[in-house]
């Protein structure tokens, strides 16, 4: 019997307790005894990283961040088996910045004006 499962039936909000990124998987232990194993080819920056930047990682309440490569990954997407969603073009231009030893600027932007002098007035 086949039976369909959406987002309402899977329990999403599990945390990691351990993570394992090796040269070819990425490897998530769940506090609830389930162990998730996906090719690390899904996840271009982690494939991309050195054992050392992948073994520098944080696990937080949601997912796992890897601060050397800019990559966080949700449990949630694990769960439900989605690969990184990061375009290819993103991908080369993480890769041009890295070859010359630089990370991708973080772009930023003008608050609205209205928005601003509101900050501003509660910074007083």
Request: proline letters at 7%; aromatic letters at 4%.
């Amino acid at each position: 019997m086949t039976t369909l499962l959406n987002d309402n039936d899977i329990d999403l909000s599990v945390r990691a307790t351990n993570v394992i990124a090796t040269e070819h998987h990425l490897t998530v232990v769940l506090a609830d005894g389930r162990t998730i194993s996906v090719p690390l080819a899904w996840h271009p920056r982690l494939a991309h990283g050195t054992p050392a930047e992948r073994m520098n990682l944080k696990i937080g309440p949601c997912g796992v961040h890897w601060p050397d490569l800019d990559e966080d990954i949700s449990i949630k997407g694990l769960i439900l088996g989605h690969r990184s969603g990061e375009s290819t073009a993103s991908i080369q231009r993480w890769l041009e910045y890295r070859g010359r030893g630089q990370k991708l600027p973080v772009p930023s932007f003008d608050l609205p004006p209205e928005l601003a002098e509101e900050l501003a007035r509660g910074n007083q």
